[in-house]
């Protein structure tokens, strides 16, 4: 009887449990339905803005959805309506929205910047035994192998004898490359590698960014290895002007808050439309850096 009972009392509870379950599922379901139909009527409400030309509309439209709560949603539409709009609505996502939602933001800025990011290199000062002695961003400005760099970041060749510099390109490969010339004043380098590359023609679009506007840096991290993916940091646009003084170095052009870091000097630094601003040059303690403003980057590229 003991044991009739301890059976009777198991498949009771089993059926309990699936029951139980089976509620759940049901009103996990019913949730997941509601939430599609509101995500649904807030794209409904926001269409009309979304599918105009006029990328100011479509940015207000991106931000508003997602600030009702729907980043989510918001993310997935910048992706579908590409352009200026949505990439500067998916810079503030980056910046404002909670930690998941944030990250997701700058995956799709990565793929919507990914022409730019296909440009990003490594600048590697080595030795003539091969040994690496400097390290720094670059930017490929051609198809033809050009690479423009912060000037200073060569520096460590100096008084080396044999140094030499290498490119690091994605995928783990690598490339010599020649100083073509450097500009002391602009603090510009270009270096030339011989090797053709497949890529886009790059946007000379003027910039017309305004204080507080969102900024991104994309650059490779050199202590990560240059087969490592880009990274970007989301920052804000501060102003024109000079950084440093005080009895030390001073650099003028444009200044953004950013996340500095070793290395990123001769990254690109681009508006919240994707339109390069400039070429980190350096950074201060306060969180402020310094940018090679890029109507300087392309004339120097152009002199060869």
């Known amino acids: 009887m003991a044991g009739i009972g301890f059976y009777a009392t198991h498949i009771y509870n089993r059926r309990q449990t699936a029951a139980e379950e089976a509620r759940k599922a049901a009103e996990e379901g019913r949730k997941d339905r509601e939430i599609q139909f509101a995500e649904a009527q807030t794209v409904e409400k926001f269409i009309e803005h979304l599918a105009s030309t006029d990328e100011q509309r479509r940015k207000a439209a991106l931000i508003a959805i997602s600030t009702l709560g729907n980043s989510k949603v918001a993310i997935d539409l910048a992706e579908a309506f590409k352009g200026?709009?949505?990439t500067s609505a998916l810079t503030t996502i980056a910046a404002t929205a909670p930690a998941a939602q944030a990250e997701r933001a700058v995956l799709a800025l990565q793929d919507i910047l990914r022409d730019l990011s296909g440009r990003v290199v490594t600048v590697e000062t080595l030795t003539k035994k091969g040994e690496l002695i400097g390290m720094a961003n670059g930017l490929v400005v051609d198809a033809e192998g050009l690479v423009v760099t912060a000037g200073h970041v060569l520096d460590a060749a100096k008084g080396v004898k044999?140094?030499?510099?290498?490119?690091?390109?994605r995928q783990g490969a690598t490339a010599p490359a020649k100083l073509v010339r450097r500009d002391g004043v602009l603090d510009l380098g270009l270096l030339r590698i011989d090797e053709a590359l497949a890529l886009p023609p790059l946007d000379r679009t003027p910039s017309d960014a305004a204080f507080g506007e969102r900024v991104v840096v994309v650059w490779v991290d050199p202590r990560n290895g240059y087969e490592s993916d880009p990274v970007l940091e989301v920052g804000r646009f501060a102003?024109?002007?000079?950084?440093?003084?005080?009895?030390?170095?001073?650099?003028?052009?444009?200044?953004?808050?950013v996340n500095a870091?070793?290395?990123m000097s001769g990254a690109p630094?681009?508006?919240?439309?994707?339109?390069?601003?400039?070429?980190?040059q350096a950074s201060d303690q306060q969180g402020l850096t310094v940018l090679i403003p890029a109507k300087d980057v392309f004339a120097f590229a152009a002199e060869t």
């Open 84 to 86: 200026p709009g949505a």
């Open 162 to 169: 044999g140094a030499s510099f290498r490119i690091g390109l």
């Open 239 to 257: 102003e024109t002007g000079v950084l440093g003084g005080d009895g030390g170095a001073s650099y003028a052009g444009v200044i953004v808050r």
């Open 261 to 263: 870091a070793p290395g």
């Open 269 to 280: 630094a681009v508006d919240s439309a994707g339109r390069l601003l400039g070429l980190v």
